[in-house]
């Protein structure tokens, strides 16, 4: 049997792995390996991260610990092409090589654009860009809140401009605006400028302006992280993006309300120029005043108008004031006429309501009626009986016509003398007045017709008084003849 023993040195296997991972870690300290990112499937739940990097030929296994995923601006995603900056190492317990990565950038800014593509199509389907939930921005905004970083030349320029154009009160919230952390200081400053009350110790901002300086694909790939286009889009208070230049577009600029080329043109949307403003006003008040003036102008030409085509107030009324004079004459010939109709018929009517003729009347009446009843008895005393049957129900009948007859012209008359009464001058005495007589017996109606000395007699109600007149008008005018009261059958004068 042939020895087999050789003085060549024997390694355990550990010896073997340490030996390697030495080599390898020595010859590779210091990779860049660019492949496909494969077997994604996020941080484990120690928070490290496992994947694989591939190419058409060949495989490597990838490791991120944990303190630097968290720090990683661009975080894996399965299927995306990336340039992976780390150390070879082994792992001894399955025999295998790995790189442990420490930075991770896409392959060529063609990747970037394409992850950002599919970022924003995937936000987009979510409704996050709707044209329809952007909001106005507020016309003069008494506080606005800028989000940006408080060294920069960005915050700066916007103070500068928003002095220039219409100062107003501006809260800073300093943040990261490229890093690692620039996506999560950017969406909590955001929702904690929404988280303020209007009545708070620090005013609620009326507008938000997050506003970042140029900068390639890399530095701005903060504001395309997720949870800052998510919290853009969630914000309650309107929103200016003004991230870089005019030629970069971030994803923060799809969700917010405005997007400003620069951070000076995001203060140039914020507020107006305030003189532009004092001369928009005092322009609308001067064509306001001057509206009004030419309105109250025409207003004054109407009225000057439909004044001269209107009658005058006197011409109005003449014709009325003619029909009141002429009514007026007809009213005082028609009472006269009517007292003169009223004496007429009150003279023809006396002597028939007269006492005396009343009596007479009564007195033949009553003879007469009493002839006739001699003569119904008389005709009822023939021996016709047929006769007397037809004369005793008229006999009855006639007696309550009779009274009724009667009792009507009674009460006739007693109207008449009511009304003889009323219109008799003793009537007018009863009450308290005193009719003067002059010597000639002839009644007084004037004062003028008596001089001192003269005799006159006071007719009262129940008889009259003689009188001297103690004090009377210096000129005593003319007497004229008057005729003498009429007397009435009864003895009483006529007013009339």
Known sequence: MEDTKTNAHEFTVTEISQSVKKTVEDKFGHVRVRGEISGYRGPHASGHAYFALKDEKA????????GVFSKLAIKPEEGMEVIATGKLTTFPGSSKYQIVIEHVEP?????????????????????????????????????????????????????????????????????????????????????????????????????????????????LWGFNDEVVVRAAAASQIPLISAVGHETDITLIDYASDKRAPTPTGAAEMAVPVKAELVNYVED???????????????????????????????????????????????????????????????????????????????????????????????????PTSRA??????????????????????????ESHAKLLNSLSYKGVLSRGYALVLDADGQVARSATAFAKGDGVTLRLHDGDVAAIIADAPPTKTKKTAKPSPKKTDNGQESLF
Request: glycine share 8%; charged share 25%; proline share 5%.
């Open 388 to 413: 007397r049957l037809q004369l005793d129900p008229m006999t009855k009948a006639m007696a309550p016509a009779f009274q009724r007859l009667i009792d009507k012209r009674k009460a006739v008359l």
């Open 107 to 219: 392959a060529g800014a063609g990747a970037l654009m394409a992850l950002l593509e599919q970022r924003r199509k995937q936000l987009a389907a979510e409704g996050l860009f709707d044209a329809d939930r952007k909001r106005e921005l507020p016309y003069l905004p008494q506080t606005i809140g800028v989000i940006t970083s408080p060294t920069g030349a960005v915050i700066r320029d916007i103070l500068h401009r928003l002095d220039d154009r219409f100062p107003t009160h501006v809260i800073v919230w300093p943040v990261r605006v490229q890093g690692d952390t620039c996506g999560a200081e950017v969406s909590r400053a955001i929702e904690g400028f929404n988280a303020m009350t209007p009545d708070g110790p620090i005013k609620r901002p009326d507008l938000l302006i997050v506003a970042r300086g140029g900068g390639s694909i890399e530095d």
């Open 59 to 66: 495989k490597i296994d990838a490791v991120i610990w944990r």
């Open 284 to 382: 609308l008040g001067s064509r306001t005043r001057n509206a009004q003036l030419r309105t109250l102008s025409n207003f004054k030409d109407r009225m000057r108008a439909i004044a001269a085509s209107m009658p005058k107030a006197q011409e109005l009324t003449a014709t009325a004031r003619q029909r009141q004079d002429m009514a007026t004459l007809r009213l005082g010939n028609a009472l006269t006429q009517f007292v003169q109709q009223k004496r007429a018929q009150l003279g023809a009517l006396a002597p028939r309501v007269s006492a005396n003729a009343i009596e007479q009347r009564h007195k033949n009446l009553h003879e007469r009626l009493g002839t006739l009843g001699a003569r119904l008895d008389q005709g009822l005393k023939q």
